[in-house]
């Protein structure tokens, strides 16, 4: 695990340092501005009898939505994003569709300019959940008059739109160099975490083993520090890369066990309406699971800019 802390931290502050220098000076305008992509990836694989190579024919889509609305008037900002992602796929000889993704999250931070600087008294609040249900599936045997006679999937629901739902919020200092390159800095934050009181209250179910959460409670209540960063860049002629790290330590439970989530989006423009897209996440929250979840999504799609 420290090895990939490690790999994680080099590649983020690498980042961080090629976005600064990337970064141009940007002249603030007053009022309103918006902007978003939505993207759709589609892939499909087909496979006859007589194919000898090997495959499973498959359909999977993705379809995700990042959207940007921000305020400034003199030397306050509102910076608000959104992001939503749901994808699906479909293996041949499966019983269930199964997800690829699933995210809803929404970000705001107002700040005041301290003098003519790039940092601001903040506040920010994150929003995180999922759309759709999780689970966990496994074979199961098929009886008939109490006798085994073959095996089928089964699977049993783990996650839903809610459970888990993370919401955080807390005053701090953001240093804005533009639109496209921020960190917040935020010593006092507090943090909940809600999930469905029917995952907690299972037979044997144990302190903490669902999110975090006690047994037959809905919710748990954090505070610590948190550190969220934003940076978005070209890499090369029409190629971007977007980069967002949120860090958590709770001071009340093991505040060594930082939370990590950080997310990368490259996009390789091809025209107005198509691209490639490629995303790779890595998550630490040992409320979760032991371990780094690591993602990756890559497509070609129909891609719409607003």
Known sequence: MKKTLITLALLVSATLMYAQEETQEETPKDGWSDSGTISLLFNQSAFNAEWQGGGTSNIAGNLSLSYDINYRKGDVTWDNKVLADYGLTKLKGQEFTRKTNDRLELNSIVGKQIKESNWFYSFFLNFRTQFDSGYE????????????????????????????????????????????????????????????????????????????????????????????????????????????????????????????????NIAMTINKFMSANITFQAIYDDNAVKGFQIREVFGLGINYGF
């Open 137 to 264: 599936y496994f074979e199961e045997d098929v009886l008939e008059n109490g006798v085994v006679v073959g095996t089928q999937e089964a699977r049993l629901e783990t996650t839903h739109f809610l459970s888990p739902g993370y919401l955080q919020a807390g005053p701090g200092l953001l240093w804005k160099k533009s639109d496209n390159f921020k960190v917040n800095f935020a010593p006092a934050t507090a943090r909940l975490i809600f999930v469905d009181d029917a995952f907690t209250s299972t037979p044997g179910y144990v302190d903490g083993d669902y999110f975090g959460v006690d047994a037959n409670e809905s919710t748990r209540f954090e505070f610590g520090a948190a550190v969220n960063g934003y940076a978005k860049f070209n890499l090369v002629k029409n190629v971007s890369m977007e980069n967002i790290l949120n860090l958590y330590a709770n001071y009340l439970e093991d505040p060594q066990n930082v939370d990590i989530d950080y997310t990368a």
